[in-house]
């Protein structure tokens, strides 16, 4: 599992051996943990082509909100299909809330000023420009498409243009939740 840089507890300070009877345990790093929430509300979207996840980090590292690429609230009946041959009204793109829309819309804290967005696809031009509105001040994003570069392009120039950092998370290593492993017993 992915271990924090430096000194494990983040103090800088040297790292003090474990006492026998404790179990050395992994501590997972930021950029795992916070790439790793928004890989986990990617899963939820039902979108069957492409599930998009975001994680929203204050200055405290605590996160303040989490979202996925969905159909508006109370939507019914429209269409999932990315199909190029079918009208534009049946297919998902003039109706899906993006991942970033979402972590934003479903923000816990007053505003978003100084935020960090960890998102596992590249934002585009429109979730860029929420991005910037919102006060955002780092992202942090896992894989990135080459199928709309007009719109890459655009979200990259906002970003550059307003000093926003735009850093690709690359993983060492996979998460891995063996929940055989969070199954505690009384010690006796
Ligand atoms: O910034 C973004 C860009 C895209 N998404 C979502 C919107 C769609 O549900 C998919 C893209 O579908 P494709 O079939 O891969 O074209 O990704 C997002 O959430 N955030
Ligand atoms: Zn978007």
């Not at 924090?4 to 997972?28: I, N």
């Not at 819309?105 to 596992?120: E, F, I, Q, R």
């Not at 590249?122 to 979730?127: D, G, I, L, M, T």
Request: hydrophobic share 35%; with cysteine.
């Amino acid at each position: 599992m992915a271990s924090p840089s430096g000194s494990a507890d983040g103090s800088g300070k040297a790292q003090e051996a474990p006492q026998t009877s404790e179990k050395a345990r992994e501590v997972l790093a930021d950029d795992y943990y916070f790439m790793g929430i928004a890989g986990l509300a990617a899963k939820k979207s039902k979108d069957p082509m492409t599930q998009v996840g975001a994680c929203i980090v204050n200055q405290e590292k605590k996160i303040v909100g989490v979202g996925y690429n969905g159909m508006p609230r109370d939507s019914k009946n429209l269409p999932w299909s990315r199909n190029a041959e079918k009208e534009e009204a049946e297919r998902k793109y003039l109706y899906v809330c993006h991942a970033e829309l979402n972590a934003i819309m479903n923000k816990n804290s007053a505003d978003l000023k100084g935020c960090t967005m960890y998102v596992t696809l590249f934002p585009c031009n429109e979730c860029a420009k929420l991005i910037l509105q919102a006060g955002i001040k780092e992202v942090v994003y896992f894989s990135e498409k080459n199928d709309t570069p007009a719109s890459t392009a655009a979200s990259k120039k906002m970003l550059e243009d307003a000093a926003v950092p735009l850093r690709k998370f690359e993983p060492k290593e996979a998460i891995v939740i063996d929940f055989s492993k969070l199954q505690h017993h009384s010690a006796k």
